[in-house]
């Protein structure tokens, strides 16, 4: 027997109909696909996700350097000459003791930053190929080493 409550909308007749009507559900095998679809998921995003995070610190490590590049430039405009290795990057942001007539900053708005992976940035003046350089030691802080551990250079 069938009674209809609402238009459209057909009610089961008996009790252990409307009972079972109420009590739906997730059975535990079902919980449990769930979870494994989603771990799956996870293992597969999860190594390329971090793969990208490793590439943006690279990215931030090179464009860190750039702005290095244009502040010792404009460092040199005014002094006339690029910070020694002594004065180091530094001297972008204090005036050292052999340009405090004709230096005009500091040149960065924030400091000097520490690489993204939390390593000071190497310089040296003169640099191997050019007049300065600026060195990342990468993941690992120590000089050489491959991929994320390789060093990132202003040459």
Known sequence: MISATNAGHVAPANAHERTR???RGFTLLELLVVIVIIGLLAAYVGPKYFA???KSEVTIAKAQIEGFEKSLDTYRLDVGRYPTTE???SALMVAPPTATAKWNGPYMKKGIPPDPWGNP???RSPGTTAEYE???TGKDGQPGGTAE???ISSQ
């Open 87 to 89: 004065e180091g990057l």
């Open 134 to 136: 600026i060195v990342s």
């Open 21 to 23: 009507a109420c009590q």
């Open 52 to 54: 990208q995070l490793g």
């Open 149 to 151: 551990n390789a060093d």
């Open 121 to 123: 940035y190497v310089y």
